[in-house]
Structure formats: C-alpha cells, structure tokens
C-alpha cells in the first residue's frame, strides 16, 4: 500500500456520531432528584414516546391503545362480587362499578352496615376510565376486611363533556349512591368517603365542599396530587403564566414527567374551554382554592408529590383546611412523579400511598 500522504486527520475522518436526548426525556437537572427505580421503567417504556397530549384528541379517541402505554399497577386482590350498574345524570347515564365484599354479620345474625368508598379517577378530566383505579378499589375493598363497599365513577370527560358536566356527573353519582343504592347495598350513610386522583383529587374536593354546603356528613376526603387551583397559574386561554403563578413548583417542574406544564395546559384548555368561563361565583367548583370557606370540610388525607408542578397548590390547599380548623393530614412523597400511586408494583411510595390510605379509611370509615 502507498505510504499516506497530505492531512492524516482527513483520512482518518468518521461522520459525527450526534446524540440526541429522547423526546420526553427527563431533563438533566431534574433527573437525580426523581426515585432512580422510577428513571429506570420510565427511560425503558416512556422515553422517546409521544404523551397523550401530544395527540390530536379526535386521534386518540378513535384508538386509545395506540397511544396509551401501561405499567407499574400492583394487581389488586381478588374481592366477593364487581358489578356494574348505570347511574342518570343530566342528559344521559354514566357507568359506576361496584366492589363489594362479602357480607358480615353481627351476633344476631343481622347483616352489618358497610361504610362507603367513591372513587373518582384521574386523567385531567380528559383521559382516564374506570381501568385507571380498577385495582386499587379492590385493594381498599380487601382490606376494609367487609366494611366497605367501593363505588368507581365513570364520568362524562372533556372536550366532549366541558366543565360543568364532570362536576355535575360526580355529584350526582355521590347523591345516587347515598339516596338510591343505601338501602341495596347495606350503606351505613354516615360512613361515606370520597378519594381520587389529579383530576379525581380535584373533583373529590369540589364534592367536599358541596357535602358540608349541603349538611351532608362525608367521613373522608382523600386528595392525591390533586388539582386545586386551575386560576392563578394559567392565562384565560389556558397558557401557563410562568411570571404570575403563585406556586414555585410550576416554574421548578415547568418541564418534569410525567405531568409538565404543558401537559396541564392542555388539559385546561379541553375542561374549561378557550377561553375558560368568564369568573363568577361559581369559580371554586373550578379551583378549589378560591371556595369562601374551609370551615367544618370532612377530614382530609392530602398527598403531594415533590416532582410534580402541583405539589405547592396542594400543600396551600392543606394548610388552608388546617387554618380553618378541618382535621387534615399532608404526606409529601419524595422523589415522586405525579404518577406515584399507580405505579405501586414497583415503587416502594406507591406502596406506602395504598398502606396508608387503607389504614386512614380504618380509622375513619369502620365502627
């Protein structure tokens, strides 16, 4: 071979090997901060994928399973009976699903009265189905030991159904149960729970305060990351106000996963409309934050996740029911994405979110 000449640089030339960081990464900064066994299952089945958000919603609606992506969810165990029945609400009927264990009886023979647990699912009020809980309302219905019967809400989503239908829908599944499925079912209605979360944690605080404006005795409210304030952080037209939000956590987690600015975004902007509703009185059944009163609100369990924008909404929404003088427990998750507690088969905070909802629904929902 002849000897090489001119610039030995040029014959050793390679095209550039480029490394681009996967779409929907997690970004650098925010990345030893998250649970490393969450980086680990969200980098192998969420890194390079398209969020829902992401999907125009008439695409996603005509296959979910194209976009969707699950894993992560303890199975729950096994319990007596899972029916489903249909509940009216205005212009139509929604699905409610209900776990129910065996029967107990007490030393006379009479069957015991069940208290009540009504799940609201997340999914920002757009996505979300009654799969999303289907688990853990077994688990809570296992370990209630045959003292509670569970009721998942199937309700009306956006942007087909707007604000106020999922309100709307809610309310009237809490008042079906209460009014028309107490006698069925054995329901001991002074031993009633709402619980949900995101989305779910948000209508289950609106149902809080219409359970107290209406002197209806609600035993426990169970608020996971939920969204309590859809005003300050956002423009009428739903675009995140960075300079006039009041929460920190939204500009520290403006680009976190699972759950970033934009996301919430769109999701505002399915719920409420573009531009949301002009303000009115009515505001707090949007935010919570904003109700008149947190006077005589049930007990609350509230959670917040450290890597998730709403983390600082929901510790204000804590303190505001703790100033008020509502008994309220505030549990932050550390190194927790939003998701936290549907991923209980393989995060240890996932684990502890179910040990200690179930043992609060113990203490407050049994006699």
């Known amino acids: 071979m002849a000897e090489q000449s001119g610039n030995k640089s040029l014959h050793d030339l390679r095209p550039s090997v480029i490394h681009q960081p996967l779409h929907n990464s997690i970004t650098p900064e925010l990345l030893?901060?998250?649970?490393?066994?969450?980086?680990?299952?969200?980098?192998?089945?969420?890194?390079?994928?398209?969020?829902?958000?992401?999907?125009p919603i008439e695409e996603f609606r005509k296959d979910p399973t194209k976009y969707l992506i699950a894993y992560g969810r303890a199975p729950g165990p096994d319990v007596f009976r899972i029916t489903e029945q249909k509940c009216p609400v205005q212009g139509g009927e929604i699905t409610i699903r209900i776990f129910e264990p065996a029967p107990k009886?007490?030393?006379?023979?009479?069957?015991?009265?069940?208290?009540?647990?009504?799940?609201?699912?997340?999914?920002?009020?757009?996505?979300?189905?009654?799969?999303?809980?289907?688990d853990f309302c077994k688990r809570v219905v296992h370990e209630l030991e045959g003292d509670v019967v569970a009721f998942d809400v199937n309700y009306r989503l956006a942007p087909e159904h707007r604000y106020p239908i999922p309100v709307d829908d809610c309310w009237a599944a809490f008042n079906w149960v209460r009014t028309r499925k107490a006698a069925e079912f054995n329901l001991d209605t002074d031993r009633m729970a709402v619980g949900g979360s995101s989305a779910g944690g948000h209508?289950?605080?609106?149902?809080?305060?219409?359970?107290?404006?209406?002197?209806?005795?609600?035993?426990?409210?169970?608020?996971?990351v939920p969204v309590c304030d859809l005003h300050n952080p956002f423009t009428p037209f739903g675009e995140f106000d960075r300079e006039n939000c009041p929460y920190e956590s939204y500009r520290e987690m403006e680009f976190t996963v699972a759950l970033p600015a934009a996301r919430m975004s769109y999701f505002h902007k399915h719920f409420l409309g573009v531009p949301r509703p002009p303000r009115s009185d009515e505001d707090w059944?949007?935010?919570?934050?904003?109700?008149?009163?947190?006077?005589?609100?049930?007990?609350?369990?509230?959670?917040?996740?450290?890597?998730?924008?709403?983390?600082?909404?929901?510790?204000?929404?804590?303190?505001?029911?703790?100033?008020?003088?509502?008994?309220?427990?505030?549990?932050?998750?550390?190194?927790?994405?939003?998701?936290?507690?549907?991923?209980?088969?393989?995060?240890?905070?996932?684990?502890?979110?179910?040990?200690?909802?179930?043992?609060?629904?113990?203490?407050?929902?049994?006699?």
Request: aromatic share 8%; net charge neutral; proline share 6%.
């Open 285 to 367: 059944k949007i935010s919570p934050m904003l109700a008149p009163s947190f006077e005589n609100l049930a007990p609350a369990l509230v959670f917040t996740a450290e890597m998730d924008p709403l983390r600082d909404e929901g510790e204000v929404y804590a303190a505001k029911l703790k100033a008020a003088g509502c008994q309220v427990e505030l549990i932050r998750m550390p190194g927790a994405p939003h998701t936290f507690a549907g991923l209980d088969g393989i995060l240890d905070i996932g684990k502890k979110y179910n040990e200690k909802v179930i043992a609060t629904m113990k203490k407050e929902l049994r006699r």
């Open 105 to 134: 009886q007490d030393e006379n023979g009479a069957p015991n009265k069940r208290g009540a647990y009504i799940n609201f699912h997340g999914g920002g009020w757009v996505f979300g189905s009654l799969e999303s809980d289907h």
């Open 32 to 55: 030893p901060r998250f649970d490393p066994i969450y980086v680990e299952y969200y980098n192998k089945y969420n890194a390079g994928r398209l969020h829902t958000h992401e999907v």
């Open 203 to 224: 209508l289950s605080a609106v149902i809080g305060h219409l359970c107290r404006n209406a002197n209806i005795p609600l035993a426990l409210q169970v608020l996971n």
